[in-house]
């Protein structure tokens, strides 16, 4: 079976699916994820991880594979966005899926903000990754 290619919109369709409320988007989501490659793809699978909601028990479903090397990773503590980015990191993943985390850690923190009463017309959050010259900003 081939491996699936993970890009930044597919990343996000399949979180959007495992973020829903609909538990077949979730099996969906988790079908596809088996012909991941885990280990070129493991910084984009600890966004997902991180930001679905779904819980850790839930991941089995994604396949042994991706359970065993999340699990192993992680281990049993809650996954927190710092150590997030830094898994992401020391796990050598890719740039896009750093640049996912951003996105993600923006759209969370705003949420907050927003949920604390915090006026969002007051305030903008602009993160910025440089990478060779290159820069990506995220609001």
Known sequence: MAKMIFDKEETRNLLNMLQSSDRENHIVAFQA??????DKYIGELLVMYK????????WSEAGKKIHSKLVSIVGESNLSSPRT???????KGSKTSVELFMEYFVRDMTSMLEQIG???DSFEINIKLKDNGQTTEFK
Do not use: E, H, M, R
């Open 85 to 91: 980015l830094s898994l992401i990191t020391a796990q």
């Open 118 to 120: 915090y006026p969002t």
């Open 51 to 58: 930001f679905s909601g779904v819980p850790k028990s839930d």
């Open 33 to 38: 994820l088996k012909n991941v490659d885990v």
